[in-house]
């Protein structure tokens, strides 16, 4: 499983992290968690159309009713056929604004793109492709180098229905869409190198094209995300 190699990354680099501030300063804890830097460091690492590379791999075996039921009017419920996806996503993300806003709201703004492979280890499907557009907005004290974030993605993307084939509960037709929100806390190593780390939550469903002949049941699950990021092209002159 690709999560769990990843989630072995993101240990290692934050060891690696804690014992190079041991070697370099006598304040090894407050280098961890915070830049050591008169002004607001951050600023060299979100701002104005920077682009980076990002790469996430997750594990949502937890099996739940639709969380915008309440919008659609449909069952509150979860069906006998459970679920456990395996999503591995490739992103550019384009960093619309510099910092700003005031208090917990300060931070700044991505835009995603993204491709979506998810392997379907547990569920009657095995795989899953997805185009995905989304939003995050990161909330940045100055000098933390652990940024909370909350993203919201959608897309469309293909799967291989098994409920034409006879399967209950199964996925009515190949065409899907999918939802995808998340959050969680990324490191900033500096301003060209970060891992992340959250809880994200999927649903895929056909959005009832293939009703009356096959019901429209839907995957929703939740579960871990982790994730690095690499700067895309020269880094930013410092601010300081």
């Not at 659609?72 to 996806?85: C, F, I, N, R, V």
Request: net charge positive; aromatic share 20%; charged share 15%.
């Amino acid at each position: 499983m690709l999560s769990k190699y990843l989630y072995g990354v993101f240990l290692f680099a934050l060891f690696g992290c804690f014992a190079e501030s041991q070697e370099t300063t006598s304040h090894p804890i407050h280098n961890f968690f915070f830049f050591n830097s008169p002004g607001d460091f951050n600023r060299n690492i979100f701002y104005r159309n920077k682009l980076e590379f990002s790469f996430q791999s997750g594990w949502q075996p937890i099996n739940i009713p639709f969380v915008y039921n309440f919008a659609t009017g449909s069952t509150y419920t979860t069906w006998p056929l459970h679920y456990t996806l395996e999503p591995n996503i490739l992103s550019v993300r384009w960093t619309i604004d510099n910092i700003g806003w005031w208090g917990i709201l300060r931070g700044s703004t991505d835009y995603t793109f993204s491709g979506s492979y998810v392997d379907i280890p547990r569920g009657p499907e095995t795989r899953y492709f997805a185009f995905l557009f989304g939003i995050r907005r990161n909330f940045i004290r100055p000098n933390w180098r652990m940024v909370p974030y909350f993203d919201a993605h959608g897309g469309v993307g293909n799967i291989n229905a098994k409920g034409p084939d006879g399967v209950l509960y199964a996925q009515g037709q190949d065409l899907t869409f999918t939802l995808v929100n998340g959050g969680g806390i990324r490191y900033n190593f500096n301003p060209r190198f970060s891992v992340e780390s959250g809880a994200t939550y999927q649903h895929i469903s056909n959005f009832y094209l293939s009703q009356p002949k096959y019901y429209d049941y839907g995957i929703n699950v939740w579960g871990s995300m982790v994730g690095f990021n690499i700067r895309i092209g020269k880094a930013k002159p410092l601010v300081q």
